[in-house]
């Protein structure tokens, strides 16, 4: 309409109307009115016929939208029954893991075998929640996810996962040496201990899959200890 209008008006700006014809003022012929009518007519169906497309294609996109937006929640309520039934049928077997461990360690052996046992209960109370969090798929979706504050010993929490790694290493025949140092070990914090286990298994699974021969060291040291905070390296 605003195109129309604006033909219009630079028509009449063109054209000077004399005797029922618009002559043309720039240059020294005439110009027929009703030509110039056609003219402004054709545009204006040119226009319209724009818009009409320009619409129906918008509506098309909106319906595509629409469906893919039906099958995107489709696939979700999938993920979510997925991870459902998934979360049941780990938890269960890790559950008797634990328990068990728990009843080993209650139990008459020695100190490696008891060693051996912790191991593998803080191993399977590991993966146990990480499955927590991998299966509260509502938390991750909505970006929700929030660290624990509980009182743990950074030392200790080194030291199973650095035990529950020490038999993948031995299997490539790599010398695994942990080092923790005396400040470090007498130290009580809050923090999250599920996610420092992860990061710290991810960081020595790395290094010991990416390490073909040698030695791989894990140390632990005090950098810094400062209004109720520290710093661990």
């Known amino acids: 309409v605003f195109s129309c209008l604006f033909t219009a008006v630079v028509m009449v700006y063109l054209f000077g109307i004399r ?9 020294p012929s005439s ?4 030509s110039a009518f056609v003219i402004i007519l054709v545009n204006f169906l ?20 629409t469906t893919l937006n039906e099958q995107l929640k489709d696939l979700l309520d999938a993920r979510s029954n997925f991870l459902s039934t998934m979360s049941h049928e780990l938890r269960t077997p890790l ?13 008459d052996m020695d100190e490696s075998q008891r060693k051996n046992v912790q191991n593998l209960r803080f ?14 798929f509502s938390k991750i979706d909505s970006n929700h996810t929030r660290l624990e504050s509980i009182p743990f010993r ?16 031995d299997s490539k025949s790599l010398e695994m040496r942990l080092d923790i140092s005396p400040e470090v070990r007498g130290i009580n ?10 990061i710290v298994y991810n960081l020595l699974g790395n ?10 060291d894990m140390d632990a040291r005090l950098v810094s200890l400062e209004g109720g905070r520290i710093l661990l390296r």
């Open 31 to 34: 110009f027929p009115f009703y």
């Open 123 to 136: 191993s399977a109370e590991s993966l146990l929640n990480l499955i927590n969090d991998i299966l509260d």
């Open 19 to 27: 005797d029922g014809e618009l002559s043309l003022s720039l240059f």
């Open 46 to 65: 040119h226009i319209a016929y724009c818009h009409f497309m320009y619409n129906l294609t918008l509506t098309n996109v909106m319906l595509k939208m």
């Open 207 to 216: 290094a010991i899959k990416f390490t073909q021969i040698g030695r791989v």
């Open 154 to 169: 950074p030392s200790e929490t080194l030291e199973h996962v650095f035990m529950g790694m020490k038999q993948r290493g």
């Open 189 to 198: 914090v809050l923090g999250d201990p599920a996610r420092l286990t992860q």
């Open 95 to 107: 559950n008797s893991v634990i328990g068990t461990a728990y009843l080993l360690i209650d139990s």
